[in-house]
């Protein structure tokens, strides 16, 4: 079993829908929870990150951790084709470091 | 500031060859971590250095190896190349200001096809 399981897709929504990606993990010792975004022929960058059980929001951009159930999101507002991209989950741990979510694959149709 | 960079872009090598990939860091950043992306195993990570000594290490064969220079600048090698060696490898630097959480910064990555 993956320490970190996250749907590939792909994913295909119209713009303007609410978008949900969702991972598991496996190990509670983990301490923090971030997205990245990845776009085509470019290396990914970090869209959020959270320490805490709960929502941080940013702008359209909401992660949501569970930590009782080691689930974590990312909602989407308002899409827009620009949010095309294939998105990671990913989860630190002094003890393991940074351990990353296969990543699904998301287009916005316009 | 200029981000993080890696050279080359693109590499084509034949089985059994061996391959030198380059990343400089942005400035200040003294954390380099590599990481190896294909689309069935995803990103996984390779090893990390931090002021020329190799911090961590993932679960990679000894074929893999890295270094880095006092400027932060790092290179890895890849040595008897297989054709699973074929991937996206990925350099991220980070400030590393001592906390339990360093934000990393992705280069843009060097595109190895293994022939």
């Known amino acids: 079993q993956k320490e970190v399981e996250q749907d590939p897709g792909p994913l295909s929504v119209p713009e303007g829908a609410i978008v949900s990606l969702n991972c598991t993990y496996s190990?509670?010792?983990?301490?923090?929870f971030m997205w990245y975004r990845q776009y085509s022929r470019k290396g990914p960058e970090l869209l959020m990150y959270?320490?805490?059980?709960g929502n941080k929001e940013d702008g359209r951009f909401t992660a949501q951790v569970d930590k009782s159930s080691k689930y974590i999101s990312l909602f989407i507002r308002d899409s827009q084709p620009s949010d095309s991209a294939t998105y990671l989950c990913?989860?630190?741990?002094?003890?393991?470091?940074?351990?990353f979510g296969s990543g699904t694959r998301l287009s916005i149709r316009p | 500031k200029a981000g993080v960079t890696q050279t080359p872009r693109y590499l084509i090598k034949t089985r059994g060859q061996q391959v030198t990939l380059s990343c400089s860091p942005i400035?200040?950043?003294?954390?380099v971590s590599w990481y190896q992306q294909t689309p069935g195993q995803g990103l996984q990570f390779l090893f990390e250095?931090?002021?020329?000594?190799?911090?961590n290490k993932g679960n990679f064969p000894g074929r893999f190896s890295g270094r880095q220079f006092s400027n932060s600048r790092s290179e890895m090698n890849v040595s008897t190349l297989e054709l699973g060696d074929s991937a996206l490898y990925l350099c991220?630097?980070?400030?590393?200001?001592?906390?339990?959480?360093?934000?990393?910064?992705f280069g843009p990555g060097t595109r190895l096809t293994v022939l």
């Open positions: 991220a630097s980070s400030p590393d200001t001592g906390g339990v959480y360093n934000e990393q910064f």
């Open positions: 959270t320490y805490s059980s």
């Open positions: 190990n509670s010792a983990f301490q923090y």
């Open positions: 990913a989860v630190y741990s002094s003890a393991s470091k940074i351990i």
């Open positions: 400035s200040g950043h003294r954390s």
């Open positions: 250095y931090f002021s020329e000594t190799q911090r």
